[in-house]
């Protein structure tokens, strides 16, 4: 029966002059979204709403879920559309809805609320709200008025046409992607990465993506697990251009040249460095970790702090006050977490000392790296100019 979606943002609506420009972004991502629904849509703005008008047979739930995936969006709300607008209309139009949404002879109590978007309408909402609430009881035996605590909220907006509609399903609210620029995320198999991508990109931040890849000690199963990954952050984020550095040489070389418990430390400044690479490359304004204080021993404070010091920008770490259970339910959520737990390893987990230092000293590893000095930039070098770039799309 619902021929559009009515969509309703949250804090886009208070920028002030600069607003057109984020309802703009956010009409884009959702005209992208649709893109893989079948069926036709029209996607327009009017008065602070956003709809979404089916102009063809469209499957209602897939049209939903890639909705729910359009950061901006924080209330999607199927709606009936009736073109004309005069009382009867109206009245006749209330009991429609009710009749096609909860059947002939509903039970529940009840609230008309009403949005008057036409201010010309000879009718103030509370006036528009009373005429529709009579009209309800009038055609059903067994509803009830409550306006404190109702089951059930009608709610009609009188704008150039009537649209009703009584159910308010979550939107992952946010930001449009790209208003915010744009930081490139170390992705790794695990949990955390793909959450913290998905995070940073829920403020409105367009995603690009380094993946480090250890042939032959890490298999092509654990780079596709890293693709797929990716290609579900994709769904919330839109195409992200992955990455894909060969690590193995410089990680052997640092495993031969350095003490062992120095390995990951070492190992994760030479990642950021090339990460921060690519970004400077792209145009990004920052890189994105799935870090969080003290999860191991790479991510204590004197360690971050010692990881940061190879980086000019500024690194952003969404998840370092989460505990894992925290970031466990977020994965869930969407949808990343059982691709995260196939046990296809990655380059991060292949040279891991028994016993890593927690308490890593800026100068002391800077000593160590000097180690490193005869092949190290060559190495490097290789790895950026053997990069393979993936488009990844949901």
Do not use: W
Not at 212 to 228: G, W
Not at 369 to 380: M, N, Q, S, T, Y
């Amino acid at each position: 029966m619902y021929q559009a979606f009515l969509v309703k943002y949250g804090e886009i609506g208070i920028k002030g002059k600069n607003r057109h420009l984020f309802e703009d972004a956010l009409v884009h991502q959702i005209k992208y979204a649709l893109k893989k629904v079948d069926g036709e849509f029209a996607v327009t703005k009017e008065q602070g709403r956003i709809y979404v008008e089916a102009q063809t047979d469209f499957d209602y739930e897939e049209t939903l879920e890639s909705l729910k995936c359009v950061f901006g969006i924080v209330e999607i709300c199927p709606v009936m559309i009736v073109k004309e607008t005069d009382e009867e209309t109206l009245k006749k139009g209330m009991v429609t809805f009710v009749t096609k949404v909860y059947g002939q002879d509903p039970a529940f109590t009840f609230k008309v609320h009403t949005r008057r978007g036409n201010k010309n309408y000879p009718l103030d909402s509370m006036q528009i709200s009373a005429m529709l609430g009579g009209e309800v009881l009038d055609h059903f035996a067994h509803v009830k008025v409550d306006v404190h605590n109702p089951a059930v909220m009608l709610e009609v907006e009188v704008r150039n046409r009537l649209f009703f509609y009584a159910e308010r399903i979550p939107g992952p609210g946010g930001m449009p992607v790209g208003t915010n620029g744009k930081a490139m995320l170390l992705l790794s198999g695990g949990i955390d990465s793909p959450v913290a991508g998905y995070m940073i990109a829920k403020r409105g931040v367009k995603i690009d993506a380094t993946y480090f890849h250890a042939p032959p000690y890490t298999s092509e199963r654990a780079k596709q697990k890293v693709i797929d990954l990716a290609k579900e952050v994709a769904k919330y984020t839109g195409p992200i251009y992955l990455n894909i550095v060969n690590f193995t040489d410089i990680q052997l070389y640092i495993y031969e040249q350095c003490k062992h418990d120095e390995l990951t430390i070492i190992m994760r400044r030479y990642m950021m460095k090339i990460a921060e690479y690519f970004a400077k490359e792209t145009g990004s304004l920052g890189l994105i970790t799935g870090e969080s204080i003290g999860q191991v021993a790479s991510q204590t404070m004197q360690s971050l702090l010692v990881t940061n010091a190879v980086c000019s920008l500024p690194v952003y770490r969404p998840l370092i006050g989460f505990d894992k259970q925290e970031i466990v339910d977020v994965a869930e959520k969407i949808g990343t977490y059982e691709t995260s737990i196939l046990p296809y390893e990655d380059c991060c987990t292949i040279f891991v000392a028994k016993h890593p230092v927690t308490k890593p000293r800026l100068n002391v590893i800077e000593k160590s790296e000097r180690h490193l000095e005869e092949k190290i930039e060559e190495l490097v070098k290789m790895a950026i100019e053997t990069t393979e770039t993936i488009i990844v799309e949901p």
